[in-house]
């Protein structure tokens, strides 16, 4: 039996070409090797929010890149924590973007945390996807990490990882292709 998607569940997905390819170079080099390089958060009603280079976006799930893996049935949330991650996420819309995230995530990950690093990360006055992602979670009350790591210290190799260690309840290709319509 198949689930379908629920409000507040993320996606991981996969970039192609060379944003794609420096993504993964990225992650590999800070230890964050996945099948992955992009994520998002379903909002219902067949619209999903992603932070892209011109800013956090909604669009309808069909425009969306195809996910690798979803959430759903992984990490357990309330229907009052569903309810608030998805408003989160929808309030996170126009956030800027930062390619900067990426060099201060590294700095992070090496253990170089000075200040400015610091705050660079923890600000969600700029997201990359992955930010995103934390960023809904973590104001709806969801702490997605319980490591220790800074807010919005998060790569989508990160969420990958986290969902390798949970559960998994339907495949996640019939979870697209239902969600898709």
């Given at each position: 039996?198949?689930?379908?998607?629920?409000?507040?569940?993320?996606?991981?997905?996969?970039?192609?070409?060379?944003?794609?390819?420096?993504?993964?170079?990225?992650?590999?080099?800070?230890?964050?090797?996945?099948?992955?390089?992009?994520?998002?958060?379903?909002?219902?009603?067949?619209?999903?929010v992603?932070?892209?280079?011109?800013?956090?976006?909604?669009i309808?799930?069909?425009?969306?890149?195809?996910?690798?893996?979803?959430?759903?049935?992984?990490?357990?949330?309330?229907?009052?924590?569903?309810?608030?991650?998805?408003?989160?996420?929808?309030?996170?819309?126009?956030?800027?973007?930062?390619f900067?995230?990426?060099?201060?995530?590294?700095?992070?990950?090496?253990?170089?945390?000075?200040r400015?690093?610091?705050?660079?990360?923890?600000?969600s006055?700029?997201?990359i996807?992955?930010?995103?992602?934390?960023e809904?979670?973590?104001?709806?009350?969801?702490?997605?990490?319980?490591?220790?790591?800074?807010?919005?210290?998060?790569?989508?190799?990160?969420?990958?990882?986290?969902?390798?260690?949970?559960r998994?309840?339907?495949?996640d290709?019939?979870?697209w292709?239902?969600?898709?319509?």
């Open positions: 039996m198949t689930t379908f998607p629920q409000p507040g569940d993320f996606a991981l997905t996969r970039i192609h070409g060379i944003t794609g390819r420096l993504i993964d170079a990225g992650q590999r080099l800070v230890g964050d090797g996945s099948p992955v390089q992009h994520a998002f958060i379903y909002v219902g009603n067949g619209y999903v992603q932070a892209m280079p011109g800013g956090a976006e909604m309808r799930l069909g425009d969306a890149s195809e996910p690798v893996v979803w959430s759903t049935g992984r990490i357990p949330l309330t229907a009052a924590e569903r309810m608030r991650v998805c408003d989160a996420a929808r309030g996170l819309v126009g956030t800027p973007y930062s900067l995230d990426y060099a201060s995530i590294a700095l992070a990950h090496f253990h170089v945390r000075p400015w690093v610091r705050y660079f990360v923890a600000d006055g700029h997201l996807c992955s930010q995103l992602v934390d809904a979670y973590l104001r709806a009350g969801v702490h997605l990490f319980a490591d220790g790591r800074l807010p919005g210290d998060v790569t989508p190799g990160d969420l990958w990882k986290l969902l390798q260690t949970k998994v309840t339907s495949t290709r019939d979870l292709r239902l969600a898709r319509g």
